[in-house]
T-cell receptor, first 112, second 113 residues
Framework: DGGITQSPKYLFRKEGQNVTLSCEQNLNHDAMYWYRQDPGQGLRLIYYSQIVNDFQKGDIAEGYSVSREKKESFPLTVTSAQKNPTAFYLC???????????FGEGSRLTVL | SQQGEEDPQALSIQEGENATMNCSYKTSINNLQWYRQNSGRGLVHLILIRSNEREKHSGRLRVTLDTSKKSSSLLITASRAADTASYFCATDDPGDSGYALNFGKGTSLLVTP
């Protein structure tokens, strides 16, 4: 089935550790996005990529890094520089020209 | 940056009633979208309305857009318990070449049997 797969669904991290969240899509969409969601809050954009080997910072990129080596994959690394990383992370793609976003099921990161 | 603001923050109704939630935004847009999120899940696209449209329907959903007031409303008719979820409006930014959507904080809808 076509879709977006995020893994892991739940992740626990000790302070000072880097973690990488995976996002894979088989929708053949060009653009991919990472959003962060805190309880009772909307989504805030971390990074986005419109084509392979290119990506741009969103509103809250500090403490995060990404890569886009393949069209299907857009992993997000939460570094130790991110001071408050506990959150729900959502990956999304869009089909060029429609404006509609397709979301994965999310990854919940908890820092212990 | 967040542009859309939904109102109310929370809404509780009984099955069969209609649910109306509103979204206000600040700058010009090309289109406005509504998404639904079940607890702990990803968002699902519901409907997109373009800036030159005033009303759009999809099943039990009715969306209106008033660009002069920079506001939109989502009406869910004959609500069901399965409609319990958070609803978000999202706007684009014509000045942003990256075309990333801006989301509001959402309206949490509870539909009780």
């Amino acid at each position: 089935d076509g879709g977006i797969t995020q893994s892991p669904k739940y992740l626990f991290r000790k302070e000072g550790q880097n973690v990488t969240l995976s996002c894979e899509q088989n929708l053949n969409h060009d653009a991919m996005y990472w959003y962060r969601q805190d309880p009772g809050q909307g989504l805030r954009l971390i990074y986005y990529s419109q084509i392979v080997n290119d990506f741009q910072k969103g509103d809250i990129a500090e403490g995060y890094s990404v890569s886009r080596e393949k069209k299907e994959s857009f992993p997000l690394t939460v570094t130790s520089a991110q001071k408050n990383p506990t959150a729900f992370y959502l990956c999304a793609t869009d089909r060029r020209g429609t404006g509609e976003l397709f979301f994965g099921e999310g990854s919940r990161l908890t820092v212990l | 940056s967040q542009q859309g603001e939904e109102d109310p923050q929370a809404l509780s109704i009984q099955e069969g009633e209609n649910a109306t939630m509103n979204c206000s935004y600040k700058t010009s847009i090309n289109n406005l979208q509504w998404y639904r999120q079940n607890s702990g899940r990803g968002l699902v696209h519901l409907i997109l309305i373009r800036s030159n449209e005033r009303e759009k329907h999809s099943g039990r959903l009715r969306v209106t857009l008033d660009t002069s007031k920079k506001s939109s409303s989502l009406l869910i008719t004959a609500s069901r318990a399965a409609d319990t979820a958070s609803y978000f409006c999202a706007t684009d930014d014509p000045g942003d070449s990256g075309y990333a959507l801006n989301f509001g904080k959402g309206t949490s809808l509870l539909v009780t049997p």
